[in-house]
């Protein structure tokens, strides 16, 4: 009797902690999972992250009887993941990146059950520990990068399989000209909506398919070129469909539909490729725990009257971490770590004559204004002597916030329908002993180019990827309580008469002018 007490007793006090953590985590990571729940989880690229809650609880659940016979080790290792996080959660608070944020949520949610559970129990939930972290997106520059993979792949194989049905196809990067219309293989259509649900799919397969590791890593590979090749596929019947048609057929019902059939197709597939991969050597069965976390086996001695550290809910590992989540919570809500700080000038007052430039300012839409969140602006054209444009714009912010930040060209302008060509950076001689590196990228759209150069200004400091801005963004913050930041971005022509080469020498020329009238206005 008095065990089933104490049993209902340490049952009751994990309730509790459960709940304190829950409540916890909520309010430490609220922007983010609000972020995460009504913005990342409606896209349509990533609307499958909110299945992902119900299949780890699945996963888990799954394991319910294995938990029971494994005793429970608090270890304070755990300590290590959980205060990883807590740093990530800075890092991502401070320099304005959700996807950070979300990281560090898994790794406090690893951190906290390896505190209380023990290691044995962390090898045995381990999988659904690794699903989890499908509910998250992925960062934008890395969303675009794929996407623009995708697109290309899968246009090359849809007008590969429209040439195969007969139909005459030509493919000029991601359009597809049919002759009589023209295909246009977009973000949303480049099948990353595709492939990562496949990618989910085909690893939980393989957590279950009994066969040896290699098996399992064939059959997760599998599903990236079949998702791939399915959506190729997609492509050329759409083209095929609006030949016979028109527009309707192929851009309405079947477009949608085109979908849900990928995957009622693509699951026999992948369950075709188990079925062939479970004759090839070696034959044998093999539980998936023992492959995927080395062997279920339970170390000898370790049973429901080991050293717990105490299960109450006074346990010291539940104090300390819940004092680390109110400390973190007070600091980030308390603290103020970003002082606004206006430009030095307001960029209406830039000079619309540079050298021998002369420009005129233009003005964004209101839409472009409440989706980029900058506090000031520049956006002119700006023309040489012999005719010569080339397009200047500065979006300056005065502080940085999540979802409020600068962003990296990278990101918009392949949206726009760009496609970027020769990226890297490029040196600008700005006197005779000071030089300046910024990224420069050739842009391709419907047979013109452009040349762009463009970079991050901070503090004095020219930047040119995303990850140190962001650093320095968290450090500035942290010494200074300064975000401050600005993207600069100039971009010319490739005229038809002129070459790369002189297209280049213009843009370096006037690098060197709008450098130099920057710097009276952004702060250093």
Not at 301 to 311: F, I, L, P, R, V
Not at 325 to 333: E, I, P, W
Not at 413 to 422: M, N, R, V
Not at 434 to 461: C, H, I, P
Request: include cysteine.
């Amino acid at each position: 009797m008095k065990n089933a007490l104490e049993e209902i007793r340490i049952g009751q006090a994990g309730w509790l902690k459960a709940v304190g953590y829950a409540g916890a985590l909520l309010l430490v990571y609220y922007s983010a999972l609000t972020q995460l729940v009504l913005h990342d989880w409606g896209r349509e690229d990533y609307s499958h992250c909110s299945l992902i809650p119900f299949v780890v609880l699945y996963l888990i659940w799954e394991k319910r009887a294995q938990m029971d016979d494994l005793s429970s080790v608090p270890s304070w290792t755990g300590l290590a993941p959980f205060l990883l996080g807590i740093g990530f959660f800075w890092i991502g608070e401070l320099g304005g990146e959700y996807f950070t944020l979300y990281f560090s949520l898994w790794l406090v949610i690893v951190g906290l059950c390896w505190l209380h559970l023990g290691w044995e129990k962390i090898k045995s939930i381990g999988f659904a520990l690794v699903v989890m972290l499908a509910m998250f997106p992925f960062p934008n520059f890395i969303n675009v990068r794929i996407s623009l993979f995708l697109q290309l792949v899968s246009s090359k194989l849809g007008v590969w399989m429209l040439h195969v049905y007969g139909m005459s196809a030509y493919r000029e990067g991601n359009v597809i000209d049919l002759g009589f219309t023209q295909l246009q293989v977009v973000e949303a259509c480049s099948g990353l909506r595709y492939v990562m649900p496949m990618m989910i799919l085909s690893l939980i397969l393989a957590y279950w398919f009994r066969a040896a590791l290699w098996k399992k890593a064939v059959l997760f590979l599998s599903s990236v070129p079949l998702a791939i090749f399915m959506n190729s596929f997609r492509i050329a019947a759409t083209g095929i469909l609006y030949s016979m048609f028109g527009s309707t057929v192929a851009e309405g019902f079947f477009h949608g539909f085109s979908g849900w059939l990928l995957f009622v197709v693509a699951i026999p597939v992948l369950v075709l490729i188990m079925w062939g991969l479970k004759w090839l050597p070696p034959r044998k069965n093999v539980g998936e725990q023992a492959l995927l976390f080395g062997g279920d086996d339970q170390r000898e001695g370790e049973n429901a009257n080991a050293k717990t550290g105490g299960k109450g809910v006074l346990q010291p590992m539940f104090v300390a971490a819940m004092v680390i989540l109110g400390v973190t919570f007070g600091l980030s809500h308390g603290v103020e770590f970003r002082n606004k700080v206006p430009a030095s000038q307001a960029f209406s007052e830039f000079p619309m004559q540079i050298g021998a430039w002369s420009g005129t300012r233009e003005t964004m839409e209101q839409k472009y204004l409440n989706a980029l969140y900058f506090s000031d602006y520049l956006l002119a054209d700006y023309v040489n002597a012999a005719g010569r444009a080339v397009n200047f714009y500065v979006a300056y912010y005065q502080d940085q916030r999540k979802g409020e930040a600068v962003h990296s060209p990278e990101t918009c302008l392949p949206g726009g329908g760009w496609d970027f060509k020769q990226a890297g950076d490029a040196c600008i001689p700005l006197d005779a002993n000071a030089s300046m590196t910024v990224n420069r990228a050739v842009m391709e759209k419907d047979g013109s180019r452009q040349l762009t150069y463009f970079w991050f200004a901070k503090m004095g400091r020219i930047l040119t990827t995303l990850y140190h801005l962001k650093l320095y963004t968290f450090w500035d913050s942290l010494t200074q309580q300064r975000t401050e930041a600005a993207l600069v971005r100039i971009i010319t022509p490739v005229y038809p008469d002129e070459t790369m080469e002189a297209a280049e020498t213009r843009l370096q020329g006037f690098t060197r002018e709008a450098a130099g009238a920057l710097k009276a206005f952004i702060p250093e």
